[in-house]
């Protein structure tokens, strides 16, 4: 059985567990705070370039993969945290399908998140939304209700992507395909014994303003993408006036050469 008061000695990874916290703390992932506890902060700022609702309190991901995957692990095991994590993904094409979907997750009632994956270096895509479960059966059965509200909704419908998937997608990259994922028996007390030592802090409520600076945001983020469904958003009106295009053709009646 592991200590939490011993793990900070147990070297995992090809160095300790104290190491690798401070590690942490070197690159703005964790803060220490008293002796032998450590501040992971809500990176989450305002704007984001997510909305996100917490309906789950035994989700710590920010400690799973912040913490034990990034840190701990050094990206060489997926935390046993994870194992039973599953999320149906929807893919809107555009910043209008993106706030028809926020709409959509509000409703439902899972732990959802939706925004700009073309900000996360390892999702490829402009807009994700994700629903967490946990269990593939239970992920078959979100699908299906988050299926039926993308379906039956004006802003988004049949066209629109939904699939399930398991974990991060960083995880697959590090450690290969999500269906061969492989746990350690001694994983769970492991994380366990780190987590003693870790406090999480609280995520900002979603006010108004915070909403509102969000979908600021998006807006900004979908003109840069060239995506101008964010004229829904502005009255038609443009961010930015756009550049003048010229005749790529020669004129014979002169004008600016």
């Known amino acids: 059985m592991t200590d939490a008061g011993d793990v900070l000695t147990r070297v995992v990874a090809g160095r300790t567990v104290a190491d690798s916290l401070q590690q942490a703390v070197a690159v703005g992932a964790l803060r220490p705070l008293d002796e032998g506890t450590w501040l992971r902060p809500d990176t989450d700022g305002t704007p984001s370039d997510w909305v996100r609702e917490h309906r789950d309190a035994s989700r710590h991901c920010r400690f799973y993969m912040g913490v034990m995957f990034n840190h701990v692990y050094g990206k060489r095991q997926v935390p046993a945290g994870c194992a039973t994590c599953f999320k149906v993904k929807v893919v809107p094409r555009n910043l209008r399908e993106l706030v028809a979907?926020?709409?959509?997750?509000?409703?439902?009632?899972?732990?959802?998140?939706?925004?700009?994956?073309?900000?996360?270096?390892h999702t490829s895509g402009l807009y994700g939304g994700y629903f967490y479960v946990h269990g593939l059966d239970a992920a078959r059965d979100a699908h299906r209700v988050v299926r039926e509200a993308v379906d039956g909704h004006s802003g988004l419908g049949t066209d629109v992507t939904v699939f399930i998937k398991r974990g991060c997608t960083e995880y697959e990259i590090h450690c290969g395909p999500s269906d061969r994922f492989t746990f350690q028996p001694e994983q769970a007390e492991l994380e366990a014994a780190v987590f003693v030592h870790i406090r999480l802090e609280p995520s900002k409520p979603y006010s108004?303003?915070?909403?509102?600076q969000t979908l600021a945001h998006w807006i900004r983020e979908a003109y840069r993408l060239g995506d101008d469904s964010y004229l829904d958003f502005?009255?038609?009106?443009?961010?930015?006036?756009?550049?003048?295009?010229?005749?790529?053709?020669?004129?014979s009646e002169g004008g600016v050469s």
């Open 208 to 212: 108004r303003i915070r909403v509102q």
């Open 234 to 251: 502005t009255g038609g009106r443009r961010l930015y006036p756009a550049a003048v295009r010229y005749d790529a053709q020669h004129s």
């Open 101 to 121: 979907l926020r709409d959509v997750g509000h409703d439902l009632p899972y732990t959802y998140k939706c925004g700009l994956d073309a900000g996360t270096a």
